[in-house]
């Protein structure tokens, strides 16, 4: 299965964006899917994940409260509000074919991964 995420672009601070994520070649409707993100010069950290039914969802400490993370029967999204310039980074999308919710808020359990959507926040 491939991943497609889209919808980054460059906001001002305290806008908001909705980042998508499509798959293609195979159905993620059945699997656990998450959102992380890379800065400049750091690691891909995690930043949210949802269950397969949508359910339940996970999020990192530090976007709580801003972040959303939805999905429909083809897509996964993250809702980012009131962007911080902190918030720059490249988002990618992953799929995990783990059975546990959430997984650890780590990369390695995740199997499938997107090629990143670009966020930059201005101040």
């Known amino acids: 299965v491939q991943l497609q995420a889209s919808g980054g672009g460059l906001v001002q601070a305290g806008g908001s964006l909705r980042l998508s994520c499509a798959a293609s070649?195979?159905?993620?409707?059945?699997?656990?899917m998450g959102w992380f993100r890379q800065a400049p010069g750091m690691e891909r950290a995690f930043v949210a994940a949802?269950?397969?039914?949508?359910?339940m969802t996970s999020y990192a400490d530090s976007v709580k409260g801003r972040f959303s993370i939805s999905r429909d029967s083809t897509t996964v999204y993250l809702r980012i509000n009131s962007l911080k310039p902190e918030d720059t980074a490249n988002y990618y999308c992953?799929?995990?074919?783990?059975?546990?919710?959430?997984?650890?808020?780590?990369?390695?359990?995740?199997?499938?991964w997107g090629q990143g959507t670009q966020v930059t926040v201005s101040s």
């Open positions: 992953a799929a995990t074919t783990r059975t546990n919710f959430p997984p650890a808020q780590r990369e390695s359990q995740y199997d499938y």
């Open positions: 070649g195979g159905t993620v409707s059945n699997v656990h």
């Open positions: 949802i269950s397969r039914g949508g359910g």
